[in-house]
């Protein structure tokens, strides 16, 4: 407290030993946010000589205490004599930024970075930047017991290697990384291998290439195979951004057989992101060498027995043929994609179908035009009656993508034709077609062409076929209803 006559500069160190001492925490609490008022009191060279040494000695309080006087200090650089004498606050909040409570050690940093802003370069070299003389304690985290602690290790680990430079990387954050990404717990593996690329990147461009190939290869290779799926996964995230460093001929001997081993991976997100990435490899190896070493496989996995395998990679057939252009998708894999059409299992063919509408959008009507809806429509005098149901699928949904232009021309008189299909199954469908291709049809074309036939069905001696003929005809938000208002209400 105060001297008696209410003095502040009579305030003695004694009184806020006295408080800081106390069992209760408020009172401790309230003596420390009023260290400016007592510093002040004290003046420059006693807060300096007596105040910041006591504090230093004592930082032993409960975690709310030592949060104030975190925040306290970094607001101190005035009341111990300017920039000229700001180092003196360093060592108490050294000290705090290495207690056990998070929030502490936060609210410490943050008031470093703020005093460091204040230090001059000379002060800066000789007082502050011995505090970066962090490795020995980096390194005692990086094998901390708790793996939460090397967890953000690992994903601090780039802006670690950043602020350290070269040669501390080279020589200290390698052994340290390699260590990350063996170690135990699938969570620290996980962070570690999606920092691969960027730590790879950030290495000395002198020594990257051997470093990378003697030190973090070998642990990249084991990690294609690690027990964890979200550690495979986030490894297959970034592997292919490897090959821009490390260049073609070591791409084709050491990244490809990762790859094709990831390509396969039975978790789904693993084979995506390979897939996703193929544009970086292709930009550095060709899209010949490309297709020659991950094509057979693509392709084994379009043929796997299992069904769901077929599924997982038609459905990233889309961002494959984004990724390796129309004239490669046309050479090699358009095959592939109508063969799915015909599969034995109905979720393959729903798929495909899809497949195609992706396709389109991606390649355009013209495209559509030339290589996709001949083949579509040659399947409509297939025998097998549920390929010839294909077909009707394949036009709902190629049609609006294809426009009006394709879909009168082409597509509309072969969903006709099959209204006088043999089996009651196709002839529905054709029914529920012309429902669906109906708003991309032409006036013209829905009542000369699509009506007669409607009307046809909405007769036809399968109640089903009669059924889904009157629907389209009376459909509500169908355009085709228009044509049909008299006949219905008569």
């Given at each position: 407290?105060?001297?008696?006559?209410?003095?502040?500069?009579?305030?003695?160190?004694?009184?806020?030993?006295?408080?800081?001492?106390?069992?209760?925490?408020?009172?401790?609490?309230?003596?420390?946010?009023?260290?400016?008022?007592?510093?002040?009191?004290?003046?420059?060279?006693?807060?300096?000589?007596?105040?910041?040494?006591?504090?230093?000695?004592?930082?032993?309080?409960?975690?709310?205490?030592?949060?104030?006087?975190?925040?306290?200090?970094?607001?101190?650089?005035?009341?111990?004599?300017?920039?000229?004498?700001?180092?003196?606050?360093?060592?108490?909040?050294?000290?705090?930024?290495?207690?056990?409570?998070?929030?502490?050690?936060?609210?410490?940093?943050?008031?470093?970075?703020?005093?460091?802003?204040?230090?001059?370069?000379?002060?800066?070299?000789?007082?502050?930047?011995?505090?970066?003389?962090?490795?020995?304690?980096?390194?005692?985290?990086?094998?901390?017991?708790?793996?939460?602690?090397?967890?953000?290790?690992?994903?601090?680990?780039?802006?670690?290697?950043?602020?350290?430079?070269?040669?501390?990387?080279?020589?200290?954050?390698?052994?340290?990384?390699?260590?990350?990404?063996?170690?135990?717990?699938?969570?620290?593996?996980?962070?570690?291998?999606k920092k691969v690329k960027e730590f790879c990147e950030n290495l000395p461009e002198d020594s990257r290439e051997t470093i990378i190939m003697t030190h973090i290869l070998s642990c990249v290779k084991e990690l294609?195979?690690?027990?964890?799926?979200?550690?495979?996964?986030?490894?297959?995230?970034?592997?292919?951004?490897?090959?821009?460093?490390?260049?073609?001929?070591?791409?084709?001997?050491?990244?490809?057989?990762?790859?094709?081993?990831?390509?396969?991976?039975?978790?789904?997100?693993?084979?995506?992101?390979?897939?996703?990435?193929?544009?970086?490899?292709?930009?550095?190896?060709?899209?010949?060498?490309?297709?020659?070493?991950?094509?057979?496989?693509?392709?084994?996995?379009?043929?796997?027995?299992?069904?769901?395998?077929?599924?997982?990679?038609?459905?990233?057939?889309?961002?494959?043929?984004?990724?390796?252009?129309?004239?490669?998708?046309?050479?090699?894999?358009?095959?592939?994609?109508?063969?799915?059409?015909?599969?034995?299992?109905?979720?393959?063919?729903?798929?495909?179908?899809?497949?195609?509408?992706?396709?389109?959008?991606?390649?355009?009507?013209?495209?559509?035009?030339?290589?996709?809806?001949?083949?579509?429509?040659?399947?409509?005098?297939?025998?097998?009656?549920?390929?010839?149901?294909?077909?009707?699928?394949?036009?709902?949904?190629?049609?609006?993508?294809?426009?009006?232009?394709?879909?009168?021309?082409?597509?509309?008189?072969?969903?006709?034709?099959?209204?006088?299909?043999?089996?009651?199954?196709?002839?529905?469908?054709?029914?529920?077609?012309?429902?669906?291709?109906?708003?991309?049809?032409?006036?013209?074309?829905?009542?000369?062409?699509?009506?007669?036939?409607?009307?046809?069905?909405?007769?036809?001696?399968?109640?089903?076929?009669?059924?889904?003929?009157?629907?389209?005809?009376?459909?509500?938000?169908?355009?085709?209803?228009?044509?049909?208002?008299?006949?219905?209400?008569?």
């Open positions: 407290m105060a001297g008696a006559d209410g003095d502040d500069s009579l305030y003695p160190i004694a009184v806020l030993i006295d408080e800081l001492r106390n069992e209760d925490v408020q009172l401790r609490l309230n003596s420390i946010k009023k260290l400016s008022t007592i510093a002040l009191a004290l003046g420059v060279e006693r807060t300096r000589t007596e105040l910041l040494p006591f504090l230093t000695d004592t930082i032993y309080d409960e975690d709310e205490v030592l949060l104030a006087l975190a925040e306290q200090l970094g607001n101190f650089t005035m009341l111990v004599g300017g920039p000229e004498y700001v180092h003196c606050l360093l060592p108490p909040l050294e000290s705090l930024a290495t207690v056990e409570e998070t929030v502490v050690r936060d609210k410490a940093v943050e008031s470093l970075r703020k005093i460091s802003q204040e230090h001059s370069p000379v002060d800066l070299e000789v007082h502050f930047e011995p505090l970066t003389l962090v490795m020995p304690t980096l390194r005692q985290a990086a094998e901390d017991k708790s793996w939460r602690v090397r967890y953000m290790v690992a994903d601090k680990f780039s802006e670690l290697q950043k602020a350290v430079g070269p040669e501390i990387t080279k020589n200290d954050l390698v052994p340290a990384f390699q260590n990350l990404l063996k170690d135990c717990e699938a969570e620290v593996r996980s962070a570690a291998a294609v195979s690690d027990t964890s799926q979200h550690v495979k996964s986030a490894l297959a995230s970034v592997i292919m951004g490897l090959s821009t460093i490390l260049g073609k001929d070591n791409t084709v001997e050491h990244l490809l057989p990762l790859f094709l081993a990831q390509l396969k991976d039975e978790c789904p997100e693993v084979r995506l992101n390979i897939i996703s990435n193929l544009d970086c490899v292709n930009e550095v190896i060709g899209i010949r060498q490309l297709s020659q070493s991950l094509l057979p496989a693509i392709v084994e996995l379009a043929e796997d027995a299992k069904w769901r395998v077929r599924l997982a990679i038609i459905e990233y057939m889309p961002l494959l043929a984004g990724q390796l252009g129309v004239e490669f998708f046309d050479e090699k894999l358009n095959t592939l994609c109508m063969a799915w059409l015909i599969d034995h299992v109905y979720a393959i063919r729903e798929a495909a179908t899809c497949n195609l509408m992706k396709l389109v959008e991606k390649f355009g009507a013209e495209w559509a035009q030339n290589t996709i809806v001949p083949k579509v429509l040659g399947m409509a005098n297939d025998p097998n009656y549920l390929h010839r149901m294909t077909t009707l699928f394949c036009i709902n949904s190629l049609s609006e993508a294809c426009g009006q232009d394709i879909t009168t021309k082409h597509m509309l008189p072969v969903v006709l034709k099959m209204s006088n299909d043999q089996v009651a199954n196709v002839r529905f469908n054709v029914a529920k077609s012309l429902q669906k291709i109906g708003p991309v049809l032409d006036s013209n074309a829905l009542q000369t062409e699509v009506k007669p036939v409607l009307e046809k069905l909405a007769t036809d001696t399968d109640m089903d076929v009669k059924y889904f003929a009157q629907e389209a005809i009376r459909g509500k938000y169908s355009t085709l209803s228009i044509f049909f208002i008299y006949e219905v209400s008569s």
